[in-house]
């Protein structure tokens, strides 16, 4: 079946260096994909909507300069934590809307952990 | 707006004993709802959805759930839990249609003994 993918899976990093998640579309291809960050026992917060050949939809609050989006291939989108500081930490869940389902049934990857140290 | 609500953080259960884990949900629309697990390292797996049809819905692995308007409740249940059922557990709530509008409670631990 239809499978997100994303890599790496747990990145430690330095305050002030910038860290890239990919997230990959296998079997099906995705103008779309969304990025959540859950916070320990919290819920999954929707931080924007990647949009493939065109910018990047941010939720409110959102800062668009600290977390940027590049979906270049309709199997790829990329987030990247620019500057990152610790309190960034967080792990990162990206997900892509089911071929042929409703707008929002969603395949989800495994997740990234991020750790800012 | 749009909102749910995960009643227990956490569940305890003896293996081969019933679950049930509550959601409460808020909509201004007729919503869509989801419940979806979460096992450790693993990307979220949906178990079943509700969008309108029937009320009582069955899903993967012997879970069910139930729609009430009424109560505004979509309670996720399975007679009998196995070891492998234990993982986090989410209720989602979602427009039927249009943009990516999910709202995730804030997750059910579910641990099953031996």
């Known amino acids: 079946g239809a499978v997100v993918s994303q890599h790496p899976s747990r990145v430690i990093c330095k305050s002030g260096t910038s860290v890239k998640i990919e997230c990959r579309s296998l079997d099906f291809q995705a103008t779309t994909m969304f990025w959540y960050r859950q916070f320990p026992k919290k819920s999954l917060m929707l931080m924007a909507t990647?949009?493939?050949?065109?910018?990047?939809?941010?939720e409110q609050g959102v800062e668009k300069d600290k977390f940027l989006i590049n979906h270049a291939s309709l199997t790829l989108s990329t987030l990247t934590v620019t500057s990152a500081h610790p309190e960034d930490s967080s792990f990162y869940i990206c997900s892509a809307p089911q071929p042929g389902g409703y707008a929002n049934e969603q395949f989800f990857g495994p997740g990234t952990r991020l750790t800012v140290l | 707006a749009q909102s749910v609500t995960q009643l227990d953080s956490h569940v305890s259960v003896s293996e081969g004993t019933p679950v049930l884990l509550r959601c409460n949900y808020s909509?201004?629309?007729?919503?869509?709802l989801f419940w979806y697990v979460q096992h450790p390292n693993k990307g979220l797996q949906l178990l079943l959805k509700?969008?309108?049809?029937?009320?009582l819905v069955k899903g993967i692995n012997g879970f069910e759930a139930e729609f009430k308007k009424s109560e505004t409740s979509f309670h996720l249940t399975k007679p009998s839990a196995h070891m492998s059922d234990a993982a986090e557990y989410f209720c989602v709530v979602g427009r039927p249609t249009g943009a990516n509008n999910l709202f995730f409670g804030t997750g059910t631990r579910l641990t099953v003994i031996p």
């Open positions: 909509s201004s629309y007729s919503p869509s």
């Open positions: 509700y969008t309108s049809a029937a009320t």
């Open positions: 990647s949009n493939e050949g065109s910018k990047a939809t941010y």
